[in-house]
């Protein structure tokens, strides 16, 4: 019986570590692309109970970003500038303004300029469009991706990770809800302020 349980709980466990690793992959992906919450939302809620699982998720989620980026990057290449920009306009938190901006950038940067959109909230599907766009090297465009990408989402998600297993240690009476509504609240404020905070700036 212990090692049918045994085997069972470590089933359970392969499968929720693959559960975690594919929906940062997928995330990273769709956050490249069309979608607007970055990945750093899954890979730090892992980081609340499983620190060493999320910090792997990162490299998952960096994964997803890199295809989503060169779908993204493949698709300003060959569609028309009025045109990608027209759908990207639509998406929440991005303006005309911010994406001529980051045309100039990369214009004048090429793409090492992605190493700035994570200081200003600048989202990765603007630089993978402009340098598309710009037809830059997709190589160098990737390189650049993985710092431009991966830092950031090992900042947030240790830094997640840190603050809940410091609350525990603190505060062992604390209830694991308590910690949990705690993160969604700030995340949920988070984007609260901050998409119509860019928006304002059209």
């Given at each position: ?7 069972r709980?470590?089933r359970?466990?392969h499968?929720h570590v ?9 995330w ?5 692309t069309f979608?607007?919450?970055?990945p ?8 609340l ?9 990162t490299?998952?989620a ?17 569609v028309a500038?009025?045109s990608?920009q ?10 005309e303004?911010m994406?001529?901006?980051?045309e100039?950038e ?8 992605l ?8 989202p990765?599907?603007?630089?993978a ?8 090297s ?15 989402f090992?900042?947030?998600?240790l ?7 410091a609350t525990?240690?603190?505060?062992p ?16 404020g988070f984007?609260?302020w901050?998409?119509p905070t ?5």
């Amino acid at each position: 019986m212990r090692i049918r349980l045994s085997r069972r709980a470590r089933r359970t466990g392969h499968t929720h570590v693959a559960r975690d690793h594919s929906v940062a992959a997928a995330w990273g992906f769709a956050e490249a692309t069309f979608f607007f919450v970055v990945p750093d939302v899954w890979t730090s809620w892992v980081g609340l109970r499983r620190p060493k699982r999320a910090l792997a998720t990162t490299v998952s989620a960096l994964g997803g970003a890199l295809v989503g980026g060169a779908v993204t990057y493949a698709w300003g290449r060959n569609v028309a500038a009025s045109s990608s920009q027209s759908v990207l306009a639509k998406v929440p938190a991005v303006t005309e303004g911010m994406i001529t901006r980051v045309e100039q950038e990369v214009a004048e940067s090429g793409p090492a300029s992605l190493m700035r959109g994570p200081t200003r909230g600048v989202p990765y599907k603007l630089y993978a469009r402009a340098c598309g766009l710009q037809r830059k090297s997709l190589l160098s465009f990737l390189a650049w991706s993985v710092p431009a990408r991966l830092i950031r989402f090992m900042v947030v998600t240790l830094a997640a990770s840190g603050i809940a297993a410091a609350t525990r240690k603190i505060f062992p009476q604390v209830p694991e809800k308590l910690i949990t509504g705690v993160f969604w609240c700030c995340w949920a404020g988070f984007y609260g302020w901050f998409v119509p905070t860019v928006t304002r700036r059209r």
